[in-house]
C-alpha cells in the first residue's frame, strides 16, 4: 500500500483519537442547558456571576442564547447565580418583532436553569420562589418553568405570561440598579398582578398587550408573522443616492405572498414568502430581509445587499401619481430634547451609492441652551433652540452651518427626522430619513447592523 501524506495523517489522527479515547474513558463533562424567558430571548448574552457580586463583568462571560433563548453549560457552573444581558439591538424576544428597544438584566439565583423576570423579582429582593409565588398568587412550579411552553397545556401560564413580560418593563438596565430600586419595581409589579386579575375576570385576550406599572393596557408589537400577514409597507433607502434613484417600492405582504411595485413601474406578483423569526425570504430569490427594528409606524430593514431600508405604512407620505415622498411634519418641542443624551444615526454618504455611516451623540444640558457632541474623534460644543417653524436647530461652535431638524415620525425610541443646513441650504431639507435615538445600545447596534 502506498501511504500518502493525506493517508498517513488519517492514521495519525485515527491513532491520537484512540489514545484519547482510553486516556479519558472513565471522565465524562456534564453538561445544563439554561434558558432565558421573558418570551423565550435569542441573541442574549450570558454570565456567571462567579464573584457574586451581582454584576455581569467581563471575564464571566460564556456565551449567546440560541434562537430558542438557550445556552449549553458545564453544570458545574450552576454553583454559581446567571446573569442574562438582553441587549438593545442585538437580543430580540419571540413574543414581538425586531429587537429589543431597551436594555435589561436578568439573575438566577443557583441550581436554577430558567432565568425569567420571576427568578429576577426574587434574587433582588433577596426572597425565595415559594415566597414569590405566593407573593402573587401563583403556584411555584409554573413561575419556576418554562410558562411559555406550558401555555399548551396549562390555561393559567397565559395569565403567567403576561405578568412576566409586564414585569420585565418595570426592570433596570443592570441588577444592582433593580436592587437599589427594588420598592418601586415590587410596586409596580403588584400593580400590573392586579390587572392582570382585573382582565381575567374581565375575560380578555391576554396574548396582545403589556401592561405597564401604572397598570395601562398597550399593544405589544406583533411578530413579524402576524405584521405581515396583511400590511402594505413603503419601502425606501436611507442613502440619498440610492434613494434619489429607486425613489420607493410598494410592497403588499398577504396570505404569505408578496406583491411588489417600484416606482419605475417594476411589478411582481403573488411571490411567495417564508418568515423565520425576524426575516422574510421570497422563496427563488435571493430577497432576504431583516426587520431589526418595527413600531406599529415605521420599521428599520437589513436588505439582501446589506443596505438599511426605511419602511412605513403611512401611505399619506407617497403620491403615486407623481412618484413623491413628502414626509407630514410633526413640531418638535424642547421637552424632547431638554437634558438628553441622544444618538443621531445617519447615511452621511451624499452622493455616493456606499453608505458612510455616522452615529453622533448629542448632549443637552438639563437647564439652559447649550450642549456636547461626540462625532467619532470630533468634539464640540453647541447652542440649540426651537426656531420659529418648530424645528430643532443646532448651532455648532467653530462651524459655519447650522443643523435644522424636522421631526417627521417619532415614538418612544427614536424621532425619524429630516434635515437641512442653514444659511446655505434655506429651504432645501434632505428627503432621506434619520434617526435620533434615545437608547445607546439601540444606535450602537443599528450602527453596526448597518455597516456589517
Known amino acids: 500500500m502506498k501511504i500518502t501524506p493525506s493517508l498517513l495523517g488519517s492514521l495519525i489522527a485515527l491513532s491520537l483519537s484512540g489514545c484519547n479515547s482510553s486516556d479519558n474513558s472513565n471522565s465524562t463533562v456534564s453538561t445544563s442547558t439554561i434558558k432565558a424567558i421573558d418570551g423565550y430571548l435569542a441573541n442574549a448574552s450570558v454570565y456567571i456571576d462567579r464573584n457574586s457580586n451581582n454584576i455581569a463583568d467581563e471575564n464571566e462571560f460564556v456565551g449567546v442564547t440560541s434562537e430558542r433563548g438557550e445556552l449549553t453549560i458545564d453544570s458545574s457552573q450552576l454553583t454559581h447565580p446567571i446573569i442574562i444581558k438582553a441587549i438593545a439591538g442585538q437580543t430580540y424576544d419571540l413574543d414581538k418583532g425586531g429587537r429589543l428597544t431597551q436594555s435589561y438584566e436578568l439573575m438566577a439565583d443557583t441550581s436554577s436553569t430558567i432565568i ?8 433582588i429582593n433577596d426572597i425565595t420562589m415559594e415566597t414569590l409565588a405566593a407573593q402573587l398568587g401563583y403556584d411555584t412550579t409554573l413561575i419556576n418553568s418554562d410558562y411559555v411552553k406550558a401555555k399548551e397545556t396549562n390555561a393559567t401560564a397565559e395569565q403567567v ?39 381575567v375576570n374581565a375575560g380578555n385576550n391576554l396574548n396582545d398587550i403589556v401592561i405597564d406599572a401604572s397598570g395601562n393596557s398597550i399593544p405589544m408589537p406583533p411578530t413579524l408573522t402576524r405584521y405581515l400577514a396583511d400590511t402594505t409597507l413603503y419601502q425606501f433607502s436611507t442613502n440619498e443616492f440610492w434613494f ?5 417600492s410598494k410592497m ?16 411582481i406578483a403573488d411571490l411567495p414568502i417564508s418568515i423565520t423569526n425576524n426575516t422574510y425570504t421570497a422563496k427563488g430569490t435571493e430577497l432576504e430581509e431583516e426587520f431589526i427594528y418595527f413600531s406599529h409606524d415605521f420599521s428599520l430593514i437589513v436588505t439582501s445587499d446589506g443596505a438599511m431600508d426605511f419602511a412605513t405604512t403611512d401611505a399619506s407620505i407617497i403620491d403615486e401619481n407623481t412618484n413623491t415622498v413628502n414626509f407630514n411634519f410633526i413640531p418638535a418641542t424642547a421637552s424632547m430634547f431638554q437634558g438628553k443624551e441622544v444618538y443621531w444615526l445617519i447615511d452621511d454618504a451624499e ?26 474623534n470630533i468634539k464640540g460644543g453647541f447652542t440649540w433652540y426651537i426656531n420659529a ?3 430643532l436647530t443646532i448651532v455648532r461652535d467653530s462651524e459655519a452651518k ?23 441650504e434655506a429651504h432645501k431639507y434632505s428627503r432621506i430619513p434619520m434617526f435620533i435615538i434615545n437608547n445607546k445600545d439601540l444606535a450602537e447596534s443599528l450602527k453596526q447592523e448597518w455597516i456589517k
Open 116 to 123: 425569567t423576570p420571576f427568578t429576577t423579582l426574587a434574587k
Open 161 to 199: 405570561h403576561l405578568l412576566a413580560r409586564s414585569s420585565m418593563t418595570t426592570l433596570n438596565d443592570t441588577v444592582v440598579n433593580s436592587i437599589k430600586n427594588k420598592q418601586v419595581i415590587t410596586q409596580g409589579v403588584t400593580t400590573i398582578n392586579n390587572k392582570v386579575d382585573e382582565l
Open 244 to 248: 434619489e434613484h429607486d425613489l420607493y
Open 252 to 267: 403588499v405582504f398577504k396570505d404569505n405572498t408578496l406583491t411588489a411595485t417600484t416606482s419605475q413601474g417594476e411589478h
Open 351 to 376: 452622493n455616493s451609492p456606499t453608505a458612510n455611516v455616522s452615529l453622533i451623540e448629542f448632549s443637552f444640558d438639563e437647564i439652559g441652551d447649550t450642549g456636547r457632541y461626540v462625532n467619532g
Open 389 to 391: 417653524d418648530n424645528q
Open 402 to 424: 447650522d443643523w435644522i431638524f424636522q421631526p417627521v415620525m417619532t415614538n418612544d425610541d427614536m424621532i425619524v427626522s429630516v434635515m437641512r443646513h442653514a444659511p446655505l
